[in-house]
């Protein structure tokens, strides 16, 4: 008997592309032919040097990263970055501080824990809620902050920027983590980017860290050697023991990325999934309501509630059940939020969107 088709809509650990799984498992015990599988290759050899060469030149390819910047893959996901980016750049300038823009559960996070390494200023009133970016008119930025830093999608509350925050000439550090490589960045414009793998570009346990090399060597004395940007720079990311086989899925997302027309193609894809969701919403005289300012609705979380604009909680539940039922899966909103949350990355296709969609359809005609 056939199995059902599972559609995974989870926020991160997320899909990834059924030609990348087959690949891994065809390689898994014996990678390309050397006897053995990157799950036991030393880090240290030629060919897993290859596997981190490839992975890199692709990730370069696909955002056009310019010469003076330094690719490295760490550990501690999005979150030691939250630290690692303070530790490493707070003391750029001698004031010790930096502005942060805080729009929900990720940015705020990030903030608390610079909190501890110098003067964190967040440079707009506190929101209310997370269902909006506070008008760039409204921030106050010091011009003497280290760096100015924001979290570009924020996968709990569904809020994307669509546009790269103006700086001043401060420096500018974006936690990419769930909307990297889903359309093209210039990353000129950063001082630091960082993204964790496990949703657009591969699995678990891989941190992408995209630095201009003369941001390396200001890390503060009490930074932890693994967490210091240079020696991890000047190791090529092998100061200890890398993620060695995240990274050798990420580089096969990014071969797959790129032979289905980079991040260009990425952004219509994704722009196409999270508008047919978007318009069921809007269509549906609050049936589905989503709580998030139109201008910056992430095209990757699609967070809403389902029956009335708080949410009627025995109609959600019937609702997961019901696409639990069709193979949907995942599509609980964040504890803290509740409600459902569809996580749209890069490997969801059109036609897993579409069955949402039609399920979305069906659903609110049985129940309005």
């Not at 506190?126 to 760039?136: F, G, M, N």
Request: aromatic residues 8%.
């Amino acid at each position: 008997m056939e199995q059902k088709q599972t559609i995974n809509f989870g926020a991160g650990p997320a899909k990834l592309p059924r030609s990348v799984l087959l690949q891994a498992q065809k390689e898994l015990i014996n990678y390309n032919g050397i006897g053995i599988s990157v799950l036991e290759m030393s880090h240290r050899s030629s060919d897993f040097n290859k596997i981190m060469n490839m992975t890199e030149n692709l990730l370069r390819e696909m955002l056009n990263v310019p010469d003076n910047y330094k690719v490295m893959f760490l550990q501690g996901g999005g979150s030691g970055q939250f630290s690692a980016v303070p530790l490493n750049l707070i003391g750029l300038k001698e004031d010790k501080c930096a502005d942060y823009i805080v729009t929900g559960t990720w940015s705020a996070k990030a903030a608390k824990e610079a909190e501890k390494y110098g003067k964190i200023n967040i440079v707009h009133p506190k929101l209310d809620s997370y269902t909006k970016i506070p008008d760039p008119s409204s921030w106050t930025l010091n011009p003497s902050a280290s760096y100015v830093y924001y979290c570009c999608n924020e996968t709990v509350h569904g809020v994307e920027y669509n546009f790269t925050p103006e700086t001043n000439g401060v420096l500018l550090v974006s936690d990419m983590s769930s909307n990297f490589l889903s359309r093209p960045v210039d990353v000129s414009k950063f001082g630091l980017i960082f993204a964790g793998a496990q949703k657009n570009v591969g699995c678990a346990g891989v941190t992408v860290v995209i630095v201009r090399e003369d941001l390396l060597g200001h890390a503060l004395d009490e930074c932890p050697i693994v967490l210091d940007y240079k020696v991890q720079a000047v190791n090529n990311s092998l100061y200890n023991t890398p993620p060695c086989f995240s990274i050798y899925i990420m580089g096969l997302v990014l071969e797959w990325i790129r032979n289905n027309g980079g991040t260009v193609a990425m952004e219509t894809l994704n722009k196409r999934k999270s508008s047919m969701i978007y318009d069921i919403i809007d269509a549906s005289n609050d049936f589905y309501v989503c709580p998030v300012d139109m201008v910056c609705r992430s095209r990757m979380n699609v967070p809403f509630r389902v029956g009335k604009k708080q949410g009627d909680e025995a109609l959600e539940k019937e609702f997961l059940d019901g696409a639990s039922k069709r193979g949907m899966i995942s599509l609980k909103g964040h504890r803290s939020v509740g409600g459902i949350r569809a996580s749209l990355y890069n490997a969801v296709t059109l036609e897993d969107t579409e069955a949402l969609a039609s399920y979305m359809k069906e659903f609110q005609k049985e129940h309005q």
